[in-house]
């Protein structure tokens, strides 16, 4: 049925009022306006649908982002990632925020060199914003292997390099 019938119909039924509110709450659980990026929801679907093959993955963690929204407030610090996220990536990349508004996951379409360059890019765009994050960048075999399963490896090793890096730092404090 095409849809100037299903619009007609829908309007008649009282219906369509109802399905445009559902249409824009599924937009709205798709894109994370805050950050201009996609939601954790709409990453993980992008993955149920993406051609097999290996693609590199990177988990990002934003540091000190609650100090920064006391300091600079929630709209400063919004704004700032936007900004530091505001390089060009290709179409295909996917840009999503994660789990609790700090951590960020790319998908790449590019080789392993490609995407730690872009990372590189990433970095000292989101310095000059006064941002600055941790990351790891893997590969996920798309088909094999479970995308989440990849991002909490990827998390779990971000957690130790920085739990590694503050424990050297409190060691240097004793000396």
């Not at 700090?102 to 080789?111: A, K, N, Q, R, T």
């Not at 765009?125 to 990351?135: C, D, E, L, V, Y």
């Not at 996920?140 to 990849?150: K, P, R």
Request: aromatic share 8%.
């Amino acid at each position: 049925m095409n849809r100037t019938i299903k619009s007609c119909l829908g309007s008649l039924l009282g219906f369509q009022k109802e399905i445009d509110d559902l249409k824009k709450r599924v937009s709205e659980l798709s894109w994370d306006c805050t950050f201009g990026m996609w939601t954790r929801t709409a990453f993980l679907q992008f993955c149920r649908v993406m051609p097999r093959g290996r693609r590199t993955i990177a988990f990002l963690d934003l540091d000190g982002i609650h100090s920064l929204n006391h300091e600079c407030g929630y709209v400063e610090v919004d704004r700032k990632v936007r900004e530091a996220f505001s390089i060009p990536f290709r179409r295909s990349d996917v840009v999503a925020r994660w789990y609790s508004g700090d951590e960020i996951v790319i998908l790449f379409d590019s080789d392993l060199e490609g995407s730690q360059r872009k990372m590189e890019e990433l970095e000292e765009n989101a310095a000059r914003q006064g941002i600055s994050f941790t990351h790891e960048i893997g590969i996920w075999t798309v088909g094999e292997t479970d995308i989440v399963e990849v991002i909490d490896v990827l998390s779990d090793r971000n957690r130790r390099k920085l739990e590694e890096a503050k424990g050297a730092h409190r060691e240097a404090g004793v000396r």
